[in-house]
């Protein structure tokens, strides 16, 4: 409850924040990309870099490529170069929290993205209320299958935090309905979308009563999608995914997928920014700052392809 | 007894590993109850199509003596160049499919040349093709995937003619039998063979060994991008980040069914043997809900077994 509160009173505070930057002063700010070959990710840094470009500060886009070593190796060059605040979107199975302390010991304040560091945590932290969400996308595959169905999993990455939130969050709802049951999980390499596919394959074979699965990302839910295609089953199997990321949306749209949860992601990019602003200017930002990510089905999903939130 | 095993070893060149293919399938499928259908069957041939194809190509690479670390990422260049050329170039799809699979043989044809006429180990410059092909795969799109392929290109991939045969597999197993007949049979994959025993007594036997390496690098391109093709059938889109470590995934399967990685040795029968053992292994591990971390560890210890069991054997009867 007080989290939901700090969040409204910053959220409202937005506006002032970005009007006090009428004065001239020109900020670098690094901005610290785990892989750009995800949409997710590549959203994040679209609005990030239109936010900069908006206010008009300079923002250093670095790709890690998914490879947590590189991204160290790029964040000590962003403190080379004396960017004057970091936003770290960590890299890897685990978010390293070697780059938040080289930047603390310059001085250099640090927004962490989607995940956080442990010791220490950024002075300030924005993702998804990934647990939440799942829970939501749960209660919704019970509300269509009338609390009955078996469902199979396609898992992220096994022990990252978006693989482990989406796992308890989902499985909370389930809990609800005796008649719902994940009997058949299978984790990916990577989250790619030629796993979802094969793993799909293997979880239908494994298992041919499942009438439903979760893909844990939009790429691996398609995989499975196109799985239950090359399958051929007689009955329908509800498939969703969590990202709402372009193709996901379109997946949606078409109805490959019933439904999938879409995080604002070009918000993430935007507060990244002013935050990162407000640190450098020493104001007041919350130590954590968690969004909401909205059900998305073929009723509501043409306004999420036209003006991604 | 003994002579028993002897003589098992010693049926065709890919007696060893075809051996071990089966005892796996057995293992399997005492161990699972949905190992053993004809729809899981049809699974696994499906799950390897796009390694078995580019493990084609690989076999002739590595009989010269050669290695191809660059197939991965020339399919994700030529699946990206499919996708891009039919949504930006505005080519038909049939036009832009040819041309993708040109783009593959065309980085084969750059690796080629690299290594006769500017006298790279193929080991560098492939190594470096790997690099170069990746970049230009995210740069057609930004690093997006692309979406949007008409519905027949998918069902290449999804409908299973006569019950059982998509397209795609179908264009894997004429191409294996092509493979297999050439490499046997035709004086052209004789050559290979006497390039990678010794590629300097192939010369001065009147082999023209330098034309031959760029055909083969180029073939092994040709064929990434055939496999780029089919890879973006099977996921109805194309994505920069396919075919990812692949090129270890395909060497691999060919030295599983014993090809030397120093040349000379190795064959069609044998590479397809290895590739169903990937094939195989990744599909019953699958089944079996075996973590991917353990599936890894499993994977390496059969590639040493079954490269050690092929070693021993031909000692055995040598």
């Not at chain 2, 293992?27 to 053993?36: K, M, N, Q, R, Y």
């Not at chain 2, 010794?198 to 496999?227: D, K, P, T």
């Not at chain 2, 059938?233 to 470590?245: C, E, M, V, W």
Request: a neutral charge; hydrophobic letters at 50%.
């Amino acid at each position: 409850m007080f989290k939901k509160f700090i969040m409204a009173a910053t959220v409202a505070s937005l506006p002032l924040a970005s009007s006090v930057q009428a004065h001239d002063q020109k900020y670098t700010i690094g901005l610290a990309v785990a892989n750009l070959q995800a949409d997710f990710f590549n959203f994040i840094k679209e609005s990030a870099e239109e936010e900069g470009d908006r206010l008009g500060y300079e923002i250093i886009t670095v790709d890690a490529g998914g490879d947590s070593a590189k991204q160290v190796s790029q964040i000590q060059d962003l403190i080379t170069r004396e960017v004057d605040a970091l936003i770290y979107i960590p890299a890897g199975a685990t978010a390293a929290d070697v780059p938040v302390r080289a930047a603390k010991k310059a001085g250099i304040p640090v927004v962490n993205v989607d995940r956080n560091t442990q010791s220490p945590p950024g002075d300030t932290f924005i993702a998804t209320d990934s647990e939440e969400a799942a829970r939501i996308l749960g209660e919704y595959v019970a509300e269509v299958t009338g609390g009955k169905g078996v469902v199979g999993v396609v898992q992220g990455q096994l022990g990252t935090t978006p693989e482990i939130a989406r796992d308890t969050g989902f499985e909370k709802a389930l809990a609800n309905y005796p008649g719902l049951n994940t009997v058949e999980k299978q984790a990916s390499k990577g989250w790619h979308h030629d796993e979802g596919v094969s793993i799909g394959q293997d979880l239908l074979q494994r298992n041919p009563d499942i009438n439903v699965i979760f893909g844990r990302a939009d790429a691996l839910a398609m995989g499975a999608a196109q799985a239950v295609r090359l399958a051929n089953v007689s009955h329908d199997v509800l498939v969703v995914g969590f990202d709402g990321d372009r193709e996901g949306l379109i997946a949606v749209k078409q109805g490959r997928l019933a439904a999938t949860m879409t995080q604002q992601t070009k918000l993430m990019g935007r507060l990244a920014v002013r935050f990162a602003v407000d640190l450098i200017e020493n104001r007041f930002v919350p130590a954590e700052m968690l969004l909401d990510a909205t059900l998305t089905t073929k009723e509501n999903v043409d306004r999420f392809i036209e003006v991604h939130p | 007894m003994y002579a028993h095993v002897k003589r098992l070893f010693q049926f065709g060149e890919a007696g060893g590993p075809f051996i071990g293919l089966i005892l796996l399938c057995v293992v399997f499928s005492l161990a699972s109850e949905h190992f053993l259908s004809a729809r899981n069957a049809l699974n696994i041939l499906d799950q390897i199509t796009v390694l078995g194809i580019l493990a084609i190509g690989m076999t002739a690479v590595i009989i010269i003596g050669g290695i191809d670390l660059s197939v991965g990422s020339v399919l994700a260049f030529a699946t990206m160049t499919l996708g891009w050329l039919m949504r930006d170039g505005g080519f038909p799809l049939p036009v832009a499919i040819v041309l993708a699979i040109l783009a593959g043989g065309g980085c084969g044809v750059i690796c080629g040349l690299l290594i006769t006429i500017g006298r790279l180990p193929p080991f560098v410059a492939t190594l470096a093709m790997l690099s170069g092909a990746r970049g230009l795969a995210n740069i057609l799109t930004d690093g997006r995937q692309i979406i949007g392929y008409p519905e027949w290109f998918s069902e290449l991939a999804t409908v299973r003619h006569f019950g059982f045969l998509s397209v795609t597999m179908s264009v894997f197993i004429v191409l294996a039998i092509l493979g297999w007949v050439y490499l046997r049979f035709r004086a052209g994959g004789r050559n290979l063979y006497a390039i990678g025993g010794n590629s300097e007594v192939a010369r001065l036997a009147g082999i023209r060994v330098r034309l031959a390496n760029i055909w083969v690098y180029a073939f092994s391109g040709l064929l990434a991008g055939v496999a780029g093709v089919a890879l973006a059938a099977r996921l109805d889109s194309s994505q920069p980040s396919a075919g990812f470590t692949y090129e270890l995934d395909t060497i691999a399967a060919v030295v599983i069914g014993g090809a030397s990685l120093s040349g000379g040795k190795g064959g069609m029968g044998g590479t397809i043997v290895g590739v169903f053992i990937i094939g195989v292994l990744r599909n019953g591990l699958n089944l079996l809900a075996v973590s991917p971390f353990v599936q890894q560890i499993v994977i390496g210890a059969v590639i040493a077994i079954a490269v050690m069991m092929d070693t021993l054997g031909r000692r055995r009867r040598g």
